[in-house]
């Protein structure tokens, strides 16, 4: 177990260092930040200044090595926009996305469990239909339309929430229910078609057959093996919309770090870009890592065989 | 063939989602055939005209309404999906024939090239792919050319990841040991043995991923990103359309109930090809 940690440490801490490898070398070919922060008509002279002064005139390994020294302390360097450290920038936005994003996934993991359950146990009844026929229309809509008809029902006809910003309670419902429609959707179609296949197994007949009650079956040997592609899943979901609500931030005016990197791109506010999608990875390895320790738990079987 | 159709047509979601497919297709290919409004030429007296069935065939009707300024949203739309669908489906051609390549590769020699594939896939699949896919868009500049490569940029890893592990187990199969035994290279190996046993999952993995790529091509245009004006595309219409959301709802709801038929389509179908392939499934029907 512990060979089998240090390892999974050690592939994490490589595909982070890969993360900041490439969005060092991409935003260098966004363009030269020195000629954007300078108004128009700066003279050379000025340009390189400031270029000496943000390292750009340096060879690119050298601000390659100086780069990945000041990210390991943590020290993305100055926002060009804000003036202040950008970690300390894009760390201030993690609230507001951190949120959303759970909300989203906690709502979406009620909704599909349930209704996923139901679609299984109820095979072939005119329910089962119904759910997952929802489920595929939730597959199939764009977060970012489906946010903007919401927008357009419960904010501008009804009026009975805001059409976007970021506060209150009455705020957070319409961003976290569009993205928990497209969580739903995708656990309860996986949760369905895992919990058919459970139920096929002969410990399941076993257990029917010795006299347990049934939703003893039900939650101690159908719903706990069903859960195990329900938990990665929901991993990736999660460190999905940690990083990639980019656009449903954007619809509802979300002050995330999701639409905080949309802008620092568009401004070319490098240290930002690098801090928010450095910070954005690290998570998701970590929501990873977890996943993995959590399945020894889940399954002995799999923590039989490490 | 035949088998083909009479399994597709016993499946009621897969027969509904390839007819869909193939109207929607049809009519993106016969788009200018059809007697459309000009999909790029304003009406400046008939701007937000909400949508009417009322002269349906008469010249100048706009059954689905107009945008701000004036252009028919129904001939936007077909015109759109030509768009839509070509870019998404180069991407996952090109897509599909590097993960493929890179899964055999990876799956069939082992070793040192698929220990670096694997840790590059694990790299990539720590950025959320839409960043990866807005900063690299950004980088290169918006243009048709960009969004295909970094569409595909995204769709690879999928491929690689299945055709690899199909891989692993088709190079104990007898028909690939026996043919080591005489002698065959192992490029011949890759390419006569190997290849043709996984193109069924590489295309039931594009088929699925061409829905996830529609979505992706639509979020990229609705952020500015994608396809630039005054080429219709179904992103940029549903972007600029929600500027008169309170006004005219028409603008943002047709664009957007496309890009759900479209995508539908693709994934019903795409369900269907993948029992009709998976024998485990197709023996227990």
């Known amino acids: ?306 | 063939m035949t088998h083909f159709l009479k399994d597709l047509s016993r499946s009621r979601a897969g027969l509904f989602g390839f007819v869909l497919l193939v109207v929607i297709v049809a009519l993106a290919l016969l788009a200018p055939l059809l007697d459309l409004p000009d999909p790029t030429r304003g009406d400046l007296r008939a701007r937000l005209a909400g949508p009417t069935w009322q002269g349906l065939f008469s010249p100048g009707a706009h059954p689905l309404g107009t945008d701000e300024v004036g252009r028919d949203i129904l001939s936007r739309l077909i015109h759109g999906s030509r768009m839509t669908l070509m870019v998404a489906s180069t991407a996952v051609v090109l897509g599909g024939i590097v993960g493929t390549v890179l899964g055999i590769l990876a799956g069939y020699k082992g070793g040192f090239i698929d220990r670096l594939l694997m840790r590059l896939v694990d790299i990539q699949l720590a950025i959320p792919l839409m960043l990866l896919a807005l900063l690299v868009v950004a980088a290169l500049g918006p243009s048709i050319r960009n969004v295909v490569l970094v569409l595909a940029l995204t769709s690879w890893i999928r491929y690689a990841r299945i055709i690899r592990a199909q891989v692993l187990s088709l190079r104990e199969r007898e028909f690939v040991q026996s043919a080591r035994a005489i002698g065959a290279s192992t490029a011949r190996i890759m390419f006569l043995h190997i290849l043709p046993n996984v193109l069924t999952p590489a295309l039931v993995v594009g088929t699925l991923e061409l829905a996830r790529v529609i979505i992706m091509d639509a979020a990229l245009s609705f952020l500015g990103l994608g396809v630039q004006p005054p080429t219709p595309s179904w992103g940029r219409m549903l972007a600029d359309g929600r500027v008169y959301l309170s006004s005219a709802w028409w603008t943002v709801t047709f664009p957007g109930l496309a890009i759900v038929l479209t995508v539908l389509s693709v994934n019903l179908f795409g369900d269907w090809l993948r029992d009709y392939f998976d024998p485990k499934t197709r023996s227990a029907k």
């Open chain 1, 1 to 306: 177990m512990t060979g089998f940690i240090l390892r999974r440490l050690g592939e994490s801490l490589l595909a982070i260092w890969g993360v900041v490898t490439i969005v060092f070398f991409v935003t260098r070919i966004l363009g030269d930040p020195a000629a954007l922060l300078l108004p128009i008509g700066a003279s050379d002279a000025d340009i390189q200044a400031l270029r000496a002064q943000l390292g750009l005139d340096q060879p690119m390994l050298v601000q390659y090595g100086q780069f990945l020294l000041n990210a390991v302390q943590g020290d993305f360097g100055v926002s060009f926009q804000h003036g202040r450290d950008a970690m300390q920038v894009v760390l201030e936005r993690l609230p507001a996305t951190a949120q959303l994003a759970l909300t989203a996934i906690a709502m979406g993991l009620v909704i599909g469990t349930v209704a996923g359950s139901i679609a299984a146990l109820k095979r072939g009844k005119a329910i089962e239909l119904v759910v997952m026929a929802v489920a595929l229309l939730g597959q199939a809509t764009p977060v970012f339309w489906l946010g903007i008809m919401l927008i357009l029902f419960f904010a501008v006809n009804l009026g009975w929430l805001p059409t976007g910003g970021y506060g209150t309670l009455a705020h957070l419902v319409l961003p976290a229910f569009t993205l928990a429609v497209f969580v739903s959707a995708s656990i309860a179609r996986l949760l369905r078609s895992s919990m058919l296949e459970i139920l096929k197994e002969d410990y399941i007949r076993t257990a029917k057959a010795k006299g347990l009650l049934r939703h003893t079956v039900f939650f101690w040997h159908v719903a706990r093996n069903a859960l195990i592609p329900v938990v990665t899943m929901t991993a990736i979901l999660t460190g999905e919309l940690l990083g990639g609500s980019v656009v449903t931030e954007t619809v509802f005016s979300w002050p995330g770090i999701g639409r905080l990197i949309i802008q620092a791109i568009e401004a070319k506010d490098f240290p930002v870009i690098q801090a928010g999608i450095t910070l954005i990875a690290a998570i998701f390895v970590l929501i990873n890592f977890l996943v993995d320790l959590l399945y020894g738990v889940l399954d002995p079987r799999i923590r039989a065989n490490r």
